[in-house]
């Protein structure tokens, strides 16, 4: 029973255009939506977060968007850079215990 | 910046042998997390602890998996014995503000 879905295993995109990653989720308790970059034999990083009271979140050239009717949240990288070719997970909290729940993951390849 | 401290980053056992794992969260953090990862999929929680106390540990592998925390601080994660099916990266985290998680390089266990 995947809770978190990430249903692109990779992405290629050109640098300097825009990377959309996308994340849908079935449990309408999850409060809290964090996306993580991975790169090979290293732990994720925290890239950037968003709320359940919020739609949108922006940090740089990394925006959040939060569709909750729909179940949906959305990563946009503008613009992309090769730095960013890495494996990016989309991650939600339940309200009780803290833990986070995450998708199988969306490859970016961002070529020069 | 203060960082999660895992080791050893490699480890190669053979089947039936016993492995354990260190971990050393961000001084402060009170909630501590083992996930492993197999490639290709997401991080899958296997225990959480609050303190020194285990909060879920649901998806443990009891027969063959232990986590202690003894004094709240550092932890430890074994294997025993190891199995084929064991081969994965075992992250650890610690929570900080705003529901993020940080996570070590991780160990990228190999069960031959």
């Known amino acids: 029973d995947q809770q978190v879905k990430q249903n692109s295993p990779s992405l290629s995109v050109q640098e300097g255009r825009i990377s959309i990653l996308n994340c849908d989720y079935t449990n309408s308790m999850f409060d809290y939506f964090l996306w993580y970059k991975k790169y090979p034999a290293e732990g994720p990083t925290f890239l950037i977060s968003i709320s359940s009271i919020k739609d949108k979140n922006e940090d740089g050239r990394f925006t959040v968007f939060l569709n909750k009717s729909a179940k949906h949240l959305s990563l946009h990288i503008v613009p992309s850079q090769p730095g960013d070719s890495a494996v990016y997970f989309c991650a939600a909290k339940g309200n009780q215990g803290g833990k986070l729940i995450f998708g199988q993951g969306t490859e970016l390849s961002v070529k020069p | 910046e203060a960082e999660v401290a895992q080791s050893p980053r490699y480890k190669i056992t053979e089947k039936s042998q016993a492995v354990a794992f260190w971990c050393d969260p961000i001084s402060g953090h009170a909630t501590l997390y083992w996930y492993r990862q197999i490639l290709g999929q997401g991080p899958e929680l296997l225990v959480q602890?609050?303190?020194?106390?285990?909060?879920?540990d649901s998806q443990l592998p009891k027969d063959r998996f232990s986590a202690e925390r003894l004094k709240g601080v550092d932890s430890t994660l074994k294997i025993q014995p190891a199995e084929l099916g064991d081969s994965a990266m075992y992250l650890c985290?610690?929570?900080?503000?705003?529901?993020?998680?940080?996570f070590g390089s991780g160990t990228q266990l190999s069960v031959l």
């Open positions: 602890f609050q303190d020194e106390s285990v909060v879920d």
């Open positions: 985290a610690s929570r900080g503000p705003e529901e993020k998680l940080f």
